[in-house]
C-alpha cells in the first residue's frame, strides 16, 4: 500500500491515517478523539503498520544522552537515551512494534540494560515500547497517563502492560548517570499528562508532543489538551532552560531553544488570525479558502498536519474555547 520510496512525510501521514482506521475498528470505544479536531491521525492505536522497513537511528545529543528517532518510516515520537555507568534511561519507547530495534540499537553504544522509562504522555506512539520494557525497568510518568490509559480500555487492550509503576503529580527528580534529571507536569497542553524532561548537566530536553519541530502540532482537547494554556507552558519552559539547551522534540529532528521561541511566534500568531476570524462570524470553509495561513503552509508538509488540518483544528479549539 505504501511505497518504501515515498517521503517521510507522506509515510507519517498515510501510516496514522492507517492507524486511525484499524484503530476505530479494533481498539476504541466511543468518539474518535482526533475527528472533531479535523486530523487525520490518531496516535492513540495500539501500534504502526508496516513496521518491519522501518529502522531506529541513534545519534548523539549532548552529553550522556543519546536522540534515538526513526527512518524510513513512522514508528513513533522521538526517544532520548541516557547512557552511562547507572544503565540507561529512556525517555518515551514508541510504538510497540519498534522494542527489539530500540533494543539493538542500544546494544550498539552499550552493553547496560534499560532500567528506567520516563513517559512524556499517554499516547502510543511514544509508550507503546512501556509493554515490552515493563518487565524489566521501571516506567515513570504523570499519574493522568494511567488515567487516560484506563479510560481508553477495552478486553482486548493490554493497558495494563503499560502503564507507569511511578506517578508523580507535578514534579520528580532522577539522579542517573551523574545528573538530575527533572520531570514537571504542565498541565492542560497537549494532553494533560504532558510533562518536559531536562537532562540538567548534559543540557538536553525532552518536550514530548509538546513541540512538533517543522510542522504544525495537535492538540488534544478530548485528551485534556488546549492551545492556548499549550503557549503558556511554552512560555514557561524557555524562561527556565537555559538557551543553549538541546531539545528533542515530541516529532521532528533535534532543535534549539530559538527554534522553540520561533514555534510559540508562530503558535501565537495562529491562533491570533483563526480568533479574529472566528470573532468575524467567519465559517471554517471559508477561513480555509481564504488560505489565512499561508505563511506558514511548509509546516502543512511537515508529516502532522496539513495547513487545512490545523486551521479545523485551530477553528475547533478556539470556537469552543473561547
Ligand atoms: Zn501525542
New binding site residues.
Given amino acids: 500500500m505504501i511505497k518504501r520510496t515515498t517521503i517521510f512525510v507522506l509515510q507519517f501521514s498515510f501510516l496514522l491515517q492507517a492507524n486511525a482506521q484499524q484503530s476505530l475498528s479494533k481498539n476504541m470505544r466511543g468518539s474518535n478523539p482526533l475527528k472533531t479536531a479535523g486530523m487525520n491521525f490518531k ?1 492513540t492505536a495500539a501500534t504502526n503498520e508496516n513496521a518491519d522497513s522501518i529502522a531506529v537511528r541513534i545519534t548523539k545529543a549532548a552529553g550522556n544522552v543519546y536522540f534515538l528517532d526513526c527512518i524510513n518510516g513512522f514508528g513513533g ?1 522521538n526517544v532520548a537515551a541516557s547512557v552511562g555507568e547507572d544503565g540507561i534511561l529512556l525517555v518515551d519507547d514508541m510504538y510497540s512494534s519498534m522494542s527489539a530495534k530500540i533494543e539493538s540499537s542500544l546494544r550498539t553504544i552499550s552493553p547496560k540494560p534499560v532500567k528506567i522509562i520516563l513517559n512524556t ?1 499517554f ?1 502510543r ?2 509508550i507503546g515500547g512501556n509493554e515490552a520494557f515493563n518487565t524489566s525497568a521501571v516506567i515513570v510518568g504523570h499519574e493522568n497517563i494511567g488515567k487516560r490509559l484506563i479510560q481508553n480500555n477495552n478486553e482486548s487492550d493490554p493497558t495494563i502492560a503499560l502503564l507507569p509503576k511511578v506517578t508523580f503529580a507535578d514534579s520528580l527528580v532522577i539522579n542517573f548517570n551523574g545528573e538530575a534529571i527533572q520531570m514537571i507536569h504542565f498541565a492542560n497542553s ?2 494533560d499528562g504532558d510533562a518536559m524532561i531536562y537532562f540538567t548537566k548534559s543540557k538536553v530536553l525532552h518536550l ?2 509538546m513541540f512538533f519541530f517543522e510542522m504544525f502540532p ?1 492538540v ?1 482537547a478530548e485528551g485534556g489538551g488546549n492551545i492556548k494554556q499549550l503557549v503558556t507552558s511554552l512560555e514557561k519552559i524557555i524562561t527556565r532552560i537555559p538557551p543553549d539547551a538541546i531539545i528533542v522534540p ?1 516529532h521532528g529532528k533535534l532543535a534549539t531553544m530559538q527554534d522553540l521561541k520561533t514555534y510559540v511566534v508562530m503558535l501565537k500568531e495562529t491562533i491570533t488570525i483563526i480568533e479574529t476570524k472566528i470573532k468575524e462570524g467567519q465559517t471554517l470553509v471559508q477561513v480555509q479558502n481564504e488560505k489565512v495561513l499561508a505563511k506558514y503552509d511548509q509546516l502543512g508538509n511537515g508529516g502532522a498536519q496539513t495547513t487545512a488540518q490545523y486551521t479545523a483544528m485551530l477553528y475547533k479549539l478556539l470556537s469552543t474555547n473561547k
Fill in positions: 496516535p515520537g504522555h499516547h506512539d511514544h497537549h494532553t514530548g508532543d495537535a488534544y515530541g
